[in-house]
């Protein structure tokens, strides 16, 4: 179970014009209208992901890529009714524990820049910002100080070359980062070190670069899928590696291939799952035509791409969640999608299970069904109520902007004060229904 409380939050992005942040725990639900903002919370995050992911240097940050698409720096800009009444930057903040990374981008006329980089661990604090302020010059005077001192005594011992009073420092950009660079002068010549580029400044590229992101859209089911590489980190969406994990599983007779199984089963999916080399290049996926087990049933499989679309959507949903190492956030869109009823309920087990191994588990969700899986999972006893964060989004009605509410869970899963109209709706279309063949049997009677 997690010990280390890990927090996100945006500022300026789309709808979200204030401040808002969200309590990633071990099993984070959101939830809300349609274009009331979920997805927006989680672009920067993702398109941050992508900038480190790519194979080139796109720049502060990469706007269209396989996570996020977008076109315009307008388009991700919050605005509110006026289109002139438009923000020029946003913040974008990871927090895990007492240590932080905080990044404001900026739009000017040559597009997006980083404003600030701020990182905090404990009290100490580094500001930096291109160029550089005297106040943050500073700081960095200060907080380096013990590293100077070294520098200068190893090449005046090593090189004879005495280090001068004069100390500068810069700032580089690092895809979607700001970095420092220490820069002594000699009598002889000038040295630079990067400063900031640690294992602590570090933690925040791996954690962005280990997000399992499974969309809402994870393609059609294939006959055949392209291999591709597995590994600790997934770049792009993750959909493109769910065959390969599972022939690697079946190739090394993991456990974890029998654990999807039996997930599969439960959900009354199939009950049995196959990869299978066609070539070099591609991987095929076979399912057990049958829900459960029978006789001879063995041998009795076919393609996923002959079954229904409830197999080939809910696949990447379990396989990133059993591949998921602890500490590492999985971001799920509608994990429901083309899920029967009783799959949606049996679904809250599976998300509670990776919670409980140590995954960051984040569910954007529309099923009421799968939020009272959840709850009941905590009556069960089988999640503590403290491991669970229920957001709901909504957007203010006169200003358009983001709302985010957090709901206060008990023991038992009960939530009080959450703005949720799941249940007020089923209740609504009950009545109606009962209205309605009311009506008409009072009209058949006349």
């Given at each position: 179970?997690?010990?280390?409380?890990?927090?996100?939050?945006?500022?300026?992005?789309?709808?979200?014009?204030?401040?808002?942040?969200?309590?990633?725990?071990?099993?984070?639900?959101?939830?809300?209208?349609?274009?009331?903002?979920?997805?927006?919370?989680?672009?920067?995050?993702?398109?941050?992901?992508?900038?480190?992911?790519?194979?080139?240097?796109?720049?502060?940050?990469?706007?269209?890529?396989?996570?996020?698409?977008?076109?315009?720096?307008?388009?991700?800009?919050?605005?509110?009714?006026?289109?002139?009444?438009?923000?020029?930057?946003?913040?974008?903040?990871?927090?895990?524990?007492?240590?932080?990374?905080?990044?404001?981008?900026?739009?000017?006329?040559?597009?997006?820049?980083?404003?600030?980089?701020?990182?905090?661990?404990?009290?100490?604090?580094?500001?930096?910002?291109?160029?550089?302020?005297?106040?943050?010059?500073?700081?960095?005077?200060?907080?380096?100080?013990?590293?100077?001192?070294?520098?200068?005594?190893?090449?005046?011992?090593?090189?004879?070359?005495?280090?001068?009073?004069?100390?500068?420092?810069?700032?580089?950009?690092?895809?979607?980062?700001?970095?420092?660079?220490?820069?002594?002068?000699?009598?002889?010549?000038?040295?630079?070190?990067?400063?900031?580029?640690?294992?602590?400044?570090?933690?925040?590229?791996?954690?962005?670069?280990?997000?399992?992101?499974?969309?809402?859209?994870?393609?059609?089911?294939?006959?055949?899928?392209?291999?591709?590489?597995?590994?600790?980190?997934?770049?792009?969406?993750?959909?493109?590696?769910?065959?390969?994990?599972?022939?690697?599983?079946?190739?090394?007779?993991?456990?974890?291939?029998?654990?999807?199984?039996?997930?599969?089963?439960?959900?009354?999916?199939?009950?049995?799952?196959?990869?299978?080399?066609?070539?070099?290049?591609?991987?095929?996926?076979?399912?057990?035509?049958?829900?459960?087990?029978?006789?001879?049933?063995?041998?009795?499989?076919?393609?996923?791409?002959?079954?229904?679309?409830?197999?080939s959507q809910t696949l990447p949903v379990l396989v990133a969640l059993l591949a998921a190492k602890p500490g590492q956030l999985v971001?799920?869109?509608?994990?429901?999608?083309?899920?029967?009823?009783?799959?949606?309920?049996?679904?809250?087990?599976?998300?509670?299970?990776?919670?409980?191994?140590?995954?960051?588990?984040?569910?954007?969700?529309?099923?009421?069904?799968?939020?009272r899986g959840i709850q009941t999972e905590i009556a069960r006893g089988h999640l503590p109520a403290e491991s669970l964060s229920l957001?709901?989004?909504?957007?203010?009605?006169?200003?358009?902007?983001?709302?985010?509410?957090?709901?206060?869970?008990?023991?038992?899963?009960?939530?009080?004060?959450?703005?949720?109209?799941?249940?007020?709706?089923?209740?609504?279309?009950?009545?109606?229904?009962?209205?309605?063949?009311?009506?008409?049997?009072?009209?058949?009677?006349?």
């Amino acid at each position: 179970m997690h010990t280390t409380p890990l927090a996100l939050t945006v500022e300026g992005y789309k709808a979200i014009r204030d401040r808002s942040e969200i309590a990633v725990k071990p099993l984070t639900v959101i939830s809300g209208a349609n274009s009331s903002g979920k997805s927006s919370f989680f672009q920067p995050f993702l398109m941050m992901k992508q900038t480190l992911d790519s194979a080139f240097d796109p720049g502060p940050l990469l706007l269209y890529g396989p996570n996020v698409k977008v076109t315009e720096y307008g388009q991700i800009l919050s605005r509110g009714k006026a289109r002139t009444d438009v923000v020029d930057h946003f913040t974008v903040a990871i927090r895990q524990g007492d240590a932080s990374r905080e990044v404001r981008f900026v739009a000017t006329q040559n597009g997006i820049s980083i404003a600030s980089d701020t990182a905090r661990s404990g009290d100490a604090e580094t500001v930096l910002s291109d160029p550089l302020t005297k106040k943050n010059i500073d700081r960095l005077r200060e907080a380096h100080r013990d590293r100077v001192e070294r520098y200068s005594r190893i090449f005046e011992k090593d090189l004879g070359d005495p280090i001068a009073e004069k100390v500068d420092f810069s700032v580089y950009r690092n895809r979607c980062f700001l970095e420092a660079s220490l820069i002594l002068r000699g009598s002889k010549r000038s040295y630079n070190f990067a400063i900031t580029e640690d294992a602590d400044d570090d933690r925040w590229v791996q954690f962005l670069r280990g997000i399992i992101h499974v969309p809402g859209l994870r393609g059609n089911p294939e006959r055949a899928y392209s291999r591709s590489a597995v590994g600790a980190t997934y770049p792009g969406t993750f959909e493109t590696y769910v065959a390969s994990i599972v022939y690697e599983w079946s190739v090394a007779d993991s456990p974890l291939l029998n654990q999807l199984s039996a997930q599969l089963r439960e959900l009354g999916l199939t009950w049995k799952l196959l990869a299978r080399r066609l070539n070099d290049a591609s991987i095929e996926l076979l399912v057990g035509r049958t829900q459960h087990a029978q006789q001879g049933g063995a041998q009795d499989l076919v393609s996923v791409a002959d079954v229904g679309f409830g197999v080939s959507q809910t696949l990447p949903v379990l396989v990133a969640l059993l591949a998921a190492k602890p500490g590492q956030l999985v971001y799920i869109e509608q994990p429901e999608i083309h899920l029967h009823p009783r799959a949606q309920l049996a679904l809250a087990s599976t998300l509670v299970s990776a919670a409980n191994r140590g995954v960051n588990v984040v569910a954007e969700t529309h099923s009421s069904l799968l939020i009272r899986g959840i709850q009941t999972e905590i009556a069960r006893g089988h999640l503590p109520a403290e491991s669970l964060s229920l957001n709901w989004f909504a957007r203010d009605p006169v200003t358009g902007f983001q709302v985010i509410t957090e709901a206060e869970v008990d023991e038992a899963g009960r939530f009080g004060e959450w703005p949720v109209d799941f249940d007020d709706i089923s209740r609504e279309a009950d009545w109606q229904y009962l209205d309605a063949v009311q009506d008409l049997d009072a009209g058949n009677e006349r």
